[in-house]
């Protein structure tokens, strides 16, 4: 610590909380963990661990009367899970609809004629600096695809007359807002 | 790696997601991190980095034609947010709706007459194993509470015929799904 209010060691403020110090303790494949010590506008210091993270995409595809659902192995949390298509901001300079679109060719095969950004939203932002995008993506016209064999990605076609069903066996954050908001914009006919 | 399915170094089966080896690599004060390999049930091995998450509560408390909000500093992604009450589960044995109990205190000063059971969703189900369990709280009274100094947390109730303008507003996931139940919920006049 250094009598500097931004720290001889630390980088540029963001949005009032001033980077101290910042030391890399894991530089993973997908995890890259630090300790940072921030310093507050009134000055209290805080350590907090951090993760860093490029950034994300959720789709909401509704194809006609359904909306098309995932389900793949999550291993971090011990389940295969039923999820709505998304995917890591992992291309350099690529920007979200970008990314989204390649996404919802990957993997549900589906390209959308009419996008709209409904969005975004942290995951965890006590500890993970991961923020997702939100996409609704309508008027879907099949491409060609090659699933990656590693995700091992099962395309769920799910009725949106049963969608307070998908509702209550989802259970991911980002899915659930997804489906949440697409339950608000739904009139049964279309979304206007 | 072994012969046996299960792996010789590894833990039991988690919803057919086996452990085959599990290599801690930072054990911090709120991140524990290791990286895992898991054998699927058709028998491909994968490499994961895993957050390690006692789980976490998150509450929307109603306080007549309010809904009570924090807004505090989340250093992780450089921002002050606006928030739902949250907390984590970390005294050993307590059970969620304990926890939000003592959450609610902690944070907004308030203990409820009634308690609904909203569900619960993985914050980040590639990397962190955090479930958040969601509780809708109503009969609102105060109760004596000493903020906790380091979080530095600001109450901010908003009112519910605000709502829209509030989900505009917040951008974390859990705190988003709380919200868009409340509004699926929410008559104006109460919530059934």
Redesign the interface.
Known sequence: MTDDPRGGEGGPP????AVEACQP??D????D?S??R?R?P?G?V??????AHPGAVVMVPVDGAHVLMVRQ?????????L?LPAGKLDVPGEAPLECARRELAEEVGRAAGTWRDW??????????????HCFLATDLVPVDHTPIA?E?IEVVPWPLDDRDRLI?V?????S??GL??L??AWTGAGIP
């Not at 963001?14 to 909380?17: A, D, H, K, T, V």
């Not at 969005?119 to 997702?132: H, K, V």
């Not at 989802?170 to 980002?174: C, L, N, P, R, S």
């Open positions: 963001i949005n009032g909380l303790v894991y993973g494949e997908v995890v963990l300790v940072v921030f507050r009134n209290r805080v350590r907090r661990e951090v993760i192995p999550r291993e971090a949390v011990g389940e295969y899970l999820e969005g975004g939203f942290f995951s965890a932002p006590a500890i993970l600096a991961e923020y997702i590693e091992e209550a989802v259970h991911d954050a980002k659930l807002t949440l908001r339950r608000h």
